[in-house]
């Protein structure tokens, strides 16, 4: 039996019902989801009506989209879908085939709590069991951690949420403080608590003094807009020193899975911090259970604060399993998955919201593994 039957079978035994979602997707959904540094991967097409096309670049999309158009006409409650087909990627590493099967499931609508997280990573861990793979390195990660610190420091709205922002983007969180400093001594910070008309009496008379006058297509309304826009972002509000050394210390941390916890609260304590137990507890409940469901995928498992960013719909727990820490063996994960629980109302625009999380298993990257291994 191929593993990609076994691994069908591990998971028909939970249960479920088995979905064939459509190959083609439109081009628009995973760029708006995850912006245009995905393009490079996707395999898109512009049809005769100029609409854009992709093939599915995986199963969770157009699993969740049909998902989406389901819950529209009825209250589905909870639903667990299964799924098995390929998927299509250009290569980010020499070699990697551009059509890959994927083997996964997809549950909605269940409690966003630690018993699902850890009976999805259980059901792949076992799933590749079945398949006789018998150990693998995992990276576990947490994409509300970083956000939940930064609700805990009580910024202002604006800051909190630009923070957010690039903390989904590498070098961001750097390039935001970097860029808050500037605005609190350069022009923004000049303007800082006027209204826009006098922001706009302002620019006149800087054009009327210099002789300068917009050029190209930005008008002097479009500039006006933009300062007053900027001089508002965290108006009057400074990221202290200790604080950016704070979100510094959480943004880098990466540490053995079983250490993580301790070091998380650490910081927290560090920082005089209140708000941010619940996420810690959850997150300390969640890795204690992680680790007594097999010591085999866990022992040598590790934790990234950033790690898991580059998924783009995944909001929370996020693991891959490899079949070693080396980095060429990391870039090549044959299990991946967490949770999602936004996606949903993004897909729809709000119309429609359930939690979400899943999982896959590539087949193909499992018979590579027992191959190396036998």
Request: aromatic share 8%.
């Amino acid at each position: 039996m191929s593993a990609a039957d076994t691994a069908m079978t591990a998971l028909a035994a939970q249960g479920g019902e088995f979905v064939d979602p459509p190959l083609l997707i439109e081009a628009s959904v995973p760029l708006e989801l995850s912006g245009e540094a995905v393009r490079s991967r996707i395999c898109a097409f512009v049809d005769g009506q100029s609409t854009e096309w992709a093939l599915r670049p995986d199963l969770t999309l157009p699993v969740a989209q049909t998902e989406c158009e389901q819950r529209r006409n009825a209250d589905l409650g909870e639903t667990f879908r299964r799924y098995r087909g390929p998927v299509f990627r250009l290569p980010a590493i020499e070699d990697d085939p551009i059509e890959y099967e994927q083997v996964g499931l997809e549950r909605f609508g269940a409690p966003s709590d630690v018993e699902r997280d850890v009976w999805l990573f259980q059901t792949l861990v076992e799933a590749s069991e079945a398949c006789g793979v018998k150990a693998g390195h995992t990276c576990f990660g947490d994409l509300s951690i970083f956000p939940a610190f930064v609700d805990a420091l009580g910024f202002p709205d604006d800051v909190s949420a630009g923070l957010k922002r690039a903390f989904r983007q590498e070098g961001g969180v750097r390039a935001y403080l970097s860029g808050q400093k500037r605005n609190q001594s350069g022009l923004p910070a000049r303007v800082s608590g006027m209204s826009r008309t006098e922001i706009a009496a302002f620019v006149e008379d800087i054009f009327s003094i210099t002789g300068v006058r917009p050029v190209g297509n930005r008008s002097a309304e479009e500039i006006v807009e933009r300062l007053h826009a900027r001089s508002t972002i965290g108006a009057g509000f400074e990221i202290s020193a200790e604080q950016s050394e704070l979100l510094e210390r959480v943004l880098t941390l990466d540490v053995a899975f079983a250490e993580a916890p301790a070091a998380l609260q650490a910081i927290a304590q560090d920082g005089d911090l209140s708000g941010v137990e619940t996420a810690l507890k959850r997150f300390g409940q969640r890795t204690e259970q992680l680790l007594a469901v097999s010591s085999a995928f866990t022992r040598t498992a590790h934790f990234a604060t950033r790690f898991g960013r580059r998924f783009t719909y995944y909001d929370g727990f996020v693991f891959e399993i490899a079949a070693s820490a080396d980095k060429t063996a990391m870039q090549r994960p044959f299990v991946a998955g967490g949770r999602y629980d936004s996606l949903l109302s993004n897909l729809s625009q709000g119309e429609v919201d359930a939690t979400a999380l899943g999982g896959i298993i590539i087949p193909h990257r499992v018979e590579n593994l027992l191959g190396d291994l036998s």
